[in-house]
């Protein structure tokens, strides 16, 4: 059975940091590509960042420079640290294996960058 655990969320003034982790639970890291999506309030959910099962990466243009996603085999987790949050990266964050069309998604994690 597949689970995808997010956790990390919270409020954060802009300029900020906040580091998301995703446990995963019955998935290999070495079969799928591991992504975070987000979805704000009144827009569709977009892919924020993916890291492939050879460990290349890749990140929206609206967060290049800003965010990183790693993975930990060990602890069997996907991270995003995401640094100088701005208000438009409010969000609820979701950590995803295999695309946006695979079954496999968490439950999601609110990020909120306000002052």
């Known amino acids: 059975q597949v689970q995808l655990v997010e956790s990390g969320g919270g409020l954060v003034q802009p300029g900020g940091s906040l580091r998301l982790s995703c446990a995963a639970s019955?998935?290999?890291?070495?079969?799928?590509?591991m992504n975070w999506y987000r979805q704000a309030p009144g827009k569709e959910r977009e892919l924020v960042a993916t890291i492939t099962p050879s460990g290349s990466t890749n990140y929206a243009d609206s967060v290049k420079g800003r965010f990183t996603i790693s993975r930990d085999y060990a602890k069997n987790t996907v991270s995003l640290q995401m640094n100088s949050l701005k208000p438009e990266d409010t969000a609820v964050y979701y950590c995803?294996?295999?695309?946006?069309?695979?079954?496999?998604w968490g439950q999601g994690t609110q990020v909120t960058v306000s002052s």
């Open positions: 995803n294996a295999g695309g946006v069309l695979s079954r496999y």
């Open positions: 019955g998935i290999s890291f070495t079969i799928y590509a």
